[in-house]
Structure formats: C-alpha cells, structure tokens
C-alpha cells in the first residue's frame, strides 16, 4: 500500500504562481511514476502531468509551457511548480501513484486551487 499526501494548494490571481507537493509514504519501492491529475466542477477528472523513475516526463498540452513537475525520489516526493495561473486551472488536484509490481494506482486526498480573475 502506498498513501500519499498533498500540500499547497489555495487561492491565487490570475497570472501567479502555486506549488504543489505530494509525499509517497508505505510501500513506495514499487513505485513508477508519479503525478498529478485535476478535476473541475461539472468535469471530469484528466491528467496534467507525470515524471516517471526513468525521467521521462509527460504534460497535458494545456499546461504545457507553464506547469513544471519535478521528483525528489530520495524523499519520495513529487512536486508541480504552477507559473502563469489561468482561472482554468481552478479545479482538486490529485496526487497519483502508479506501481508495477502489483500494478496499481494510488491518490492522494486532493489538494482546491483556485485562481481569481
């Protein structure tokens, strides 16, 4: 089992910066990637980001640009610098942790931000 927890979320104008953290703790050795997914009122939950043991990593084209995710593995701990904040963004950002030995998918509580015009 692995539990994560995220932290960072708030209100913020248009145009200004969060950043979001999230904690692995548990079983975290199995463990590939990790990242981060939102979901507004009304819509459905999609992804925004992830960076995977390797490196790699992947961003959702409407964050492309503006949105950096970056991991601490040591510290089991993924991160979302969000720069140039658009009241579109406003959505609960959830943490995700997806194994491969079981293959599994693990979220966090979910953390509101909120960007004001």
């Known amino acids: 089992q692995v539990q994560l927890v995220e932290s960072g979320g708030g209100l913020v104008q248009a145009g200004g910066s969060l950043r979001l953290s999230c904690a692995a703790s548990g079983t975290t050795f199995g463990i590939n990637a990790m990242g981060w997914y939102r979901q507004a009122p009304g819509k459905q939950r999609e992804f925004v980001a992830d960076k995977r043991r390797s490196g790699s990593t992947n961003y959702a084209d409407s964050v492309k640009g503006r949105f950096t995710i970056s991991r601490d593995n040591a510290k089991n701990t993924v991160y979302l610098q969000m720069n140039s904040l658009k009241p579109e963004d406003t959505a609960v950002y959830y943490c995700?942790?997806?194994?491969?030995?079981?293959?599994?998918?693990?979220w966090g509580q979910g953390t509101q931000v909120t960007v004001s015009s």
């Open positions: 995700n942790a997806a194994t491969f030995l079981p293959p599994s998918d693990y």
